[in-house]
């Protein structure tokens, strides 16, 4: 039994990668870093953090739960552009590269303070994943506030087709507005933005119950990301925890049935480790019995080795 158990600890070592069918996943996934991504209204692990902060430790937890052979590649946002930084690559073999990568995404890649995030990043992001091809999906994490606002009459004025790019709206941020901290270029906060520094929603002419616009205050829009999401064809969630990103992401209308390899060493580990129980562990035989109700030796008898 002994000999057997090293047999197979010697094939889990030596034994290759096989090739099998299994449902994989292709992002691209962008991040908005705008000024209002910096709010701390969110908590990780108890303390308050930005939205930002919060999305990326969401996509680290979210990264390590997707299957081998998935691949996913990040690009940023602002302005009305996606800028494409690592275009997507296999999750497993390049997971330390994915998470370093990862961890240098933040506000300090901002070429401009201002962002349309309907009328331009997320058509960016689509072409970008477009561009790419291996049926790359797209998840775009935000806060959903537009700079300047969007006006009620304002319409989107370009078509995605959702036959050939899939993905999601991510929303990220409390219910309640809070101030927005103002950053400098080296994303040293400065201070706060104040209502006279941005452009505010002009009143309604004749209108008596329009509320006072406070664009320097910043909260999770979530019904303007939702109604953005459901006329583009995509899915809308909010990012609540590292699950709720890690669900949207495993979606199977997003899975493409690949052939990819896949480490099986654990199986004649695992037999191994059986035989050496059932071999070294007295009283195994006998919980073994109680289990199957088949009846076995224990593995010592009259103080020999079975």
């Not at 910096?38 to 930005?50: H, I, K, M």
């Not at 080296?186 to 329009?210: C, H, K, L, M």
């Not at 690949?258 to 006998?286: I, K, N, Q, S």
Request: charged share 20%; proline share 7%; net charge neutral.
């Amino acid at each position: 039994m002994t000999s057997v158990a090293l047999l197979l600890l010697l094939a889990a070592v030596a034994m290759p990668r096989v090739i099998l069918p299994r449902d994989t996943f292709s992002y691209i996934v962008t991040f908005d870093i705008t000024q209002s991504m910096n709010v701390e209204d969110v908590a990780l692990n108890g303390v308050p953090v930005s939205r930002l902060v919060f999305a990326r430790a969401a996509m680290r937890d979210a990264l390590g739960q997707l299957p081998c052979g998935s691949k996913v590649g990040w690009s940023v946002f602002t302005g009305q552009r996606t800028l494409l930084l690592l275009p997507p690559v296999e999750v497993c073999s390049n997971f330390d590269a994915l998470l370093s990568s990862l961890e240098g995404i933040d506000g300090r890649m901002r070429w401009t303070n201002w962002s349309r995030i309907a009328e331009g990043g997320i058509y960016s992001a689509t072409r970008v994943a477009q561009d790419v091809g291996q049926g790359a999906a797209v998840v775009f994490i935000t806060d959903g506030q537009e700079a300047p606002p969007v006006l009620p009459s304002d319409a989107l004025k370009r078509d995605i087709n959702p036959a050939q790019v899939k993905g999601w709206l991510i929303g990220v941020g409390g219910d309640q507005a809070a101030p927005i901290p103002h950053t400098d270029a080296e994303g040293n906060r400065d201070g706060y933005w104040q209502a006279e520094d941005v452009i505010q929603v002009p009143p309604v002419p004749g209108s008596a119950t329009q509320a006072e616009s406070h664009e320097e205050l910043s909260e999770l829009r979530g019904h303007y990301l939702a109604a953005v999401a459901g006329g583009i064809g995509f899915g809308y969630r909010r990012l609540l925890s590292a699950e709720s990103l890690r669900e949207a992401m495993i979606d199977t209308r997003f899975a493409h049935r690949e052939a990819v390899p896949t480490d099986l060493r654990w199986c004649p580990a695992l037999l191994a480790l059986l035989l050496l129980t059932w071999r070294f562990a007295p009283g195994f035989g006998w919980a073994w019995h109680r289990v199957t109700g088949r009846r076995t030796n224990p593995p010592y008898a009259g103080g020999r080795v079975s």
